[in-house]
């Protein structure tokens, strides 16, 4: 699992750094297929709080591995702005 902070108010993007390496790092592979493709149900966006990801592979024979799931975490990083409006007399 991971935890990065938003990179808006809408959270932080599949693509960001961080998630796109998360996301590549889960392989799986099989006795007779080697090395087999690894599908996900991830957001294009992932917004602010837990996001739960399953990861599936499917073997050239139709054999499927157990899901496997994992979170996500988008935090709210910055810190609130104060301003003072002057007003002129």
Not at 41 to 54: L, Y
Request: charged letters at 15%; zero cysteines.
């Amino acid at each position: 699992s991971i935890t990065v902070a938003a990179e808006s108010s809408a959270g932080t993007s599949a693509d960001s750094t961080a998630i796109a390496s998360f996301l590549s790092q889960v392989t799986a592979t099989d006795n007779r297929d080697g090395r087999v493709t690894v599908s996900n149900d991830a957001p294009a966006i992932f917004p602010m709080g837990v996001t739960t990801v399953t990861f599936n592979a499917v073997d050239s024979s139709g054999n499927r591995a157990q899901p496997l799931s994992r979170t996500v975490t988008v935090y709210d990083a910055d810190a609130p702005v104060i301003s003072l409006k002057v007003l002129l007399w």
